[in-house]
């Protein structure tokens, strides 16, 4: 394939294919064989995959520059186009579902396709069209405010990403002054946040109605495709967060309190681990690119195959920059079996975290995308997917001199620590989200109230200081998964659970766990989530106890590392 700048991009006719994917339809429901059944499912899925890369492509581009008006009509294009395009990929899966032949796709394939085309089949209609389309254009919208707002600071024109960096200072009044005008520039355009998060839900409220479910929650579950678990689990989950990782977190924010020597932490505090500054890279862009080739190549022949594929192709784009998107991901270009890294660097150690994290993701789906015959199972499910991009940060550990040089056994202290410490603040947001949708009536302000409620339940450390704005419970507007991916951010949480366990197994036979996550990573999303995690040797994150070792191995490691 040629470097992703290079991929030539031709809009998608959405209607044609829509027509070819009637024709299709029509020749599952006149298939005579087992065999006419499968080749007609791969043919569908070929031209799935074309249109998602056009898709991708336009995405990605779109993303790095939020000010291009071309590939801004080309998502908004999509936005439109899509929810109609998937009413006949309902009807195709509705005609594979009653297929004779069905059973025996099922004996070749497993039983995860059926279960992915019933789900899409139970969330789609021609009666939530309209909210779709609305729903793309609002999430648009979001993305492009926050990637738009910048301010300056201490001489320079920031974004949000570039007034984190100085809330690592070592000096305490230009971290306050760095949070001060976070969330200032958070609390300018905090009205039009509320506004659209409020049509946010209500319109995903109106859909789950038409759809005959019980709540927005039921949908989001389904659309997420969790069929082995539900609003139960994720409780049960939280409540184990409470009672173990909690009490651990205060512990490590009361070390780290006494360590920079204050009576009192603030929220501009947490992210300074080491009174004497952070490690940081030691390296641009192109050399930490360089050192992250170098370390996958040391990692295993998988690994550095991977990395070389991504760096030949340049299938990055990691700088942050005036107009692009908050955040990062990666994404995939199916038709070229090439995963895609989008990350906003910012001269902090969040730099060669997204050549772990991310690369994990990618390294997953370069993995499985080449075993898995369809590529609905080249992707798990997030609350698997994860896993995979934690894990890769703990792998990568042996290899951080070349990313801090003297400085990498701070990183891994650090990096060991904060991943606990994030924990509390993910079963936030979900219970945020599962308040907020049992309650959709709720207005902005009793949206902050309910955030609130829930920092002082998961944070009870958390002090903004004399900041009116995010003492009221604003801080949750900063979050775009709550935006953009509903639901989504309890998975990164019970991901690092298992990721724990894969970093503890790994303190005891390297290459027994290594073979173990790469097997997890070919496996992408052709088996359930239970049956992943007993193959791949994880326990269960669902489990109170799995909960309970975890956090009592990590903190006797903590506390060797005087990290607690």
Not at 244 to 271: H, N, S, T
Not at 312 to 329: A, I, N, Q, S, W
Not at 471 to 479: D, S, T, Y
Request: hydrophobic fraction near 35%; charged fraction near 30%; aromatic fraction near 14%.
């Amino acid at each position: 394939m040629e470097k992703f700048s290079q991929i030539s991009y031709e809009r998608p006719d959405l209607q044609k294919a829509s027509k070819e994917l009637k024709e299709k339809i029509g020749d599952i429901r006149n298939a005579k064989d087992y065999g006419e059944l499968r080749q007609t499912v791969l043919d569908i899925d070929k031209m799935y995959t074309h249109t998602s890369t056009m898709f991708t492509v336009a995405h990605v581009r779109n993303t790095i520059d939020m000010n291009d008006e071309f590939y801004e009509k080309e998502v908004e294009y999509f936005n439109r186009e899509l929810p109609a395009f998937s009413l006949v990929g309902k009807e195709a899966a509705q005609a594979f579902l009653a297929s004779p032949f069905r059973a025996d796709f099922e004996k070749e394939f497993g039983t995860q396709y059926s279960l992915v085309m019933d789900a899409e089949e139970r969330s789609q209609s021609d009666m939530i069209v309209q909210e779709k389309v609305r729903e793309s254009d609002l999430c648009l919208e979001y993305s492009k405010i926050t990637a738009q707002a910048s301010t300056e600071f201490n001489g320079e024109e920031c974004n949000f990403y570039g007034l984190l960096k100085y809330m690592q200072s070592t000096d305490r009044e230009t971290r306050k002054g760095a949070f001060e005008a976070w969330a200032a520039l958070y609390e300018t355009i905090a009205p039009r946040l509320d506004e659209i998060y409020t049509e946010l839900v209500q319109l995903r409220v109106t859909m789950a109605e038409k759809l005959g479910m019980k709540d927005y929650i039921e949908l989001a579950y389904l659309d997420k495709n969790r069929f082995e678990w539900g609003r139960n689990e994720a409780k049960a989950f939280r409540d184990a967060v409470k009672k173990y990782y909690v009490p651990l977190v205060e512990k490590i924010r009361a070390k780290q309190a006494e360590r920079l020597g204050i009576d009192k932490m603030r929220y501009y505090d947490e992210e300074l681990i080491f009174p004497e500054g952070n490690a940081v890279p030691v390296g641009d862009r192109d050399y930490l690119v360089g050192e992250a080739l170098k370390m996958y190549r040391a990692m295993s022949e998988e690994s550095g195959e991977f990395f070389g594929f991504m760096n030949d192709h340049e299938l990055f784009d990691l700088e942050t920059k005036p107009g692009k998107r908050v955040g990062g991901y990666c994404t995939m270009l199916t038709e070229f079996k090439a995963p895609f890294i989008f990350s906003n660097f910012n001269g902090t150690s969040a730099d060669a975290d997204v050549l772990t994290h991310e690369a994990g993701h990618a390294f997953q789906a370069f993995m499985a995308s080449r075993v898995q015959p369809l590529s609905d199972y080249i992707w798990s499910t997030s609350e698997v997917a994860e896993i995979h991009s934690m894990s890769m940060e703990h792998f990568a550990y042996p290899y951080m001199e070349g990313f801090f040089g003297e400085n990498a056994e701070k990183y891994r202290r650090a990096h060991l620590a904060g991943a606990v410490a994030t924990v509390p603040y993910l079963v936030c947001v979900d219970e945020y989200q599962h308040g907020v949708f049992e309650d959709p009536s709720m207005g902005p302000m009793e949206r902050r109230r309910l955030w609130h409620d829930i920092e002082k339940k998961y944070m009870p450390w958390r002090d903004y200081g004399d900041n009116e704005f995010m003492n009221r419970g604003a801080f949750w507007m900063q979050k775009q998964h709550i935006f953009l991916y509903p639901f989504y951010y309890i998975d990164y949480a019970l991901a690092q659970t298992c990721a724990f366990q894969y970093f503890l197994k790994d303190r005891e036979d390297h290459e027994k766990a290594w073979d173990g996550y790469v097997s997890l990573c070919k496996q992408g999303g052709s088996l359930g989530y239970f049956e992943l995690l007993k193959l791949s040797g994880l326990k269960s994150p669902f489990e109170e106890e799995t909960v309970r070792y975890v956090c009592d191995q990590i903190e006797a490691i903590l506390k060797d590392e005087d990290m607690v």
